[in-house]
């Protein structure tokens, strides 16, 4: 029992960081880098959003990314009883 | 007060809060001298992280790098923050569960094999020295240029504060200085930043004056490219690298950063797994603080440094100019005699050439900024450089003493022995960094880009297969490891040293540069590692049961030998 208990949590564990690496993934190589000349199309502000991304936004959203994940993992392991005291 | 005065009121304070820190906090068994004890907290580690992490190249030359290259520079922007995500999901909290001391402990145990760690051992030792060369000579050449004093002088007083607080403190000594040099470093980054933006924007947050308006109302960033379109440059929103290049060279940076074996040792040194997430998420925020000001300091500098000189008299060009001229870092050549600077991008008018350190250097003279404020920035400088120094000679010196002595030679030296040992070795790596700081290699410039690469060609797969794929073996890992940092080796060799017959851009590999070769050299590791297992003997139980134990965060216990 406790065997598939791990296994469950392991293959959660695996979903989150599946979603959170695709937004990492998403924020700098996609809207920074590959598509960043039609991102500059458009504009907020002072800043062509592409170059907005690559320069602010990427970064910004890794800090997000990092506190969600610890969020999600507390609430994870406590959900399965591996949080410590 | 002149700026001498000042900057040596502001060295010799933070120096001496180093070094009192350091004698507050000596290591005293070899736990504390490798992971501080192992119970930092996590909002501590995250300060000392980003110390750990932002060198002299964060801290002076960054800024100017963008400052030149426009939205190409976005790959350091990118690559040296997004590897933190790496590192936070992928590789901090199964290191801290494994609980050991060093990187190669984990290559070691995990692939049950000393062959895998010497691998190791010689990577983290090849990558760490090739860094630490940079940060000497950063110090150095602070001290020069706002001291006065000889290079050479510079850079062994840096030895000197170096090997008393790393050689005595260890990790624990090492840990609490960094978290003092993180509040000097970016308070020293911060304040001529604010100071330049209300300047220039009236916004007092350097990030959004980033995208704010002059007093015209004219976007800067339009400003800007409309400047470097008359100059002849490339729009500065607008870079000149190929996509696929930025690509790589992100990747190889990002991944890079995920590899560095003195900014992953850094994980061990809190008490729960929890503790290493958080203090992962804590050290991003800190360093994000820099690294989102860093681009807004290009951009207000580039614009004020091209509308300060641009077509102007020489003779009347404000007192900063010649100050700066004088240290080389500046250089006016007036080829048409009309007694003005011509600034352009074609390289035979052209009549200017600026070094990129002078972008953050003399960023607060340019804005006519109090003295107090340059002398702040002479400061900060030397907290990232000597942090940053600190923390790679502590992994050469664990390297040394642990993995290769404790670990293989003689595994029967007293705990008293392993601490002297330690020791020694860190001084050992304090004179040839400092022998190297004084004596620079020319390789050393190009290397310090390319230990990313390195890093994440060698470290990065091996450590990441190892916690997400039970098959994966010692011949994997051994013959993976191999094969990416020979081939990242060769690379580099080959068109940044002219070895092996050289060559030049048009010879690159797909037409990728050796910064971001770094990433096929990755992916050449990742493949070569699981093939190869896959056609050799599972590893065996005791093993799986070591990826089964650090996959699950609870009883991670204390960190032993």
């Known amino acids: ?85 | 007060m002149s700026i001498q005065v000042w900057t040596w009121i502001l060295v010799g304070i933070t120096f001496t809060l180093y070094i009192g820190i350091a004698i507050w906090s000596r290591a005293g068994s070899t736990k504390e001298f490798y992971v501080a004890g192992g119970g930092v907290s996590p909002l501590a580690n995250g300060l000392a992280t980003a110390a750990d992490w932002m060198s002299a190249a964060s801290f002076i030359s960054m800024a100017g790098l963008i400052s030149f290259n426009g939205y190409d520079g976005s790959v350091y922007l990118m690559g040296w923050t997004g590897g933190y995500v790496l590192l936070a999901l992928l590789l901090a909290p199964y290191l801290r569960k494994f609980g050991k001391f060093t990187v190669p402990d984990f290559i070691g145990d995990r692939y049950y094999s000393n062959v895998a760690r010497s691998v190791a051992v010689f990577c983290a030792i090849l990558v760490s020295f090739t860094y630490v060369a940079g940060q000497m000579r950063g110090v150095g050449l602070v001290f020069s240029r706002f001291l006065e004093v000889d290079i050479n002088t510079g850079v062994i007083i840096g030895m000197i504060i170096v090997l008393f607080y790393a050689v005595l403190g260890g990790m624990k000594g090492i840990t609490y200085t960094q978290v003092a040099q993180y509040c000097v470093l970016i308070f020293a980054f911060m304040v001529p930043a604010i100071f330049i933006s209300i300047q220039m924007t009236g916004n007092p947050i350097p990030q959004l004056g980033f995208g704010g308006v002059d007093e015209n109302g004219v976007y800067l960033l339009d400003k800007l490219d409309g400047l470097h379109k008359e100059l002849g440059f490339a729009a500065y929103t607008s870079g000149s690298k190929s996509t696929l290049d930025i690509f790589l060279i992100t990747a190889a940076l990002m991944f890079g950063t995920a590899g560095l074996p003195h900014v992953i040792v850094r994980f061990f040194t809190v008490k729960r797994v929890v503790d290493a997430r958080k203090s992962a998420g804590w050290a991003l925020l800190f360093i994000a603080i820099l690294y989102t000001t860093a681009p807004a300091i290009s951009l207000f500098s580039r614009t004020n440094l091209i509308e300060t000189v641009s077509n102007k008299e020489y003779e009347t060009l404000p007192k900063w100019f010649g100050n700066w001229e004088k240290t080389g870092l500046i250089k006016f050549d007036d080829k048409n005699n009309d007694g003005k600077v011509q600034y352009l991008a074609d390289v035979v008018k052209n009549e200017l050439i600026v070094d990129k350190d002078i972008m953050v250097l003399a960023n607060p003279e340019i804005a006519g900024l109090p003295n107090w404020v340059i002398a702040l920035v002479a400061a900060g400088a030397l907290a990232a450089a000597l942090s940053t120094a600190a923390g790679l000679l502590l992994v050469i010196s664990a390297s040394v003493s642990h993995d290769l002595i404790k670990k293989m030679i003689n595994p029967n030296i007293s705990e008293k022995g392993e601490l002297v040992a330690a020791r020694l070795a860190a001084v050992v790596a304090v004179c040839v960094a400092g022998y190297f700081g004084i004596h620079p290699p020319d390789f050393v410039a190009a290397t310090v880009a390319l230990a990313f690469g390195l890093a994440a060609a060698s470290f990065f797969p091996a450590i990441v297969l190892g916690i997400f794929s039970k098959r994966m073996n010692k011949e994997g890992a051994i013959l993976g490891m191999s094969v990416g940092i020979l081939l990242m080796l060769f690379y580099m060799m080959k068109f940044k040293f002219d070895w092996f017959g050289g060559g030049t851009k048009e010879d690159w590999w797909f037409g990728v540069s050796p910064e971001g070769f770094g990433t096929l050299a990755m992916i050449a590791n990742f493949i070569v590692s699981i093939i190869v297992s896959r056609c050799t003997p599972v590893p065996p139980k005791e093993v799986v049961a070591i990826v089964e134990n650090i996959r699950i965060p609870s009883g991670a216990g204390e960190a032993t030998h």
């Open chain 1, 1 to 85: 029992m406790s065997a598939s208990k791990e296994k469950k949590y392991w293959y959660k564990n695996l979903k989150y960081l599946a979603i959170l690496l695709s937004i990492w993934f998403l924020v700098s190589f996609v809207c920074g880098i590959i598509f960043v000349e039609e991102l500059n199309t458009i504009r907020i502000g002072g800043f062509k959003l592409g170059f907005w991304f690559a320069q602010q936004g990427a970064i910004y959203v890794f800090v997000i990314l990092i506190f969600v994940y610890i969020r999600l993992m507390n609430k994870l392991d406590k959900e399965f009883g591996f949080n410590e005291k």
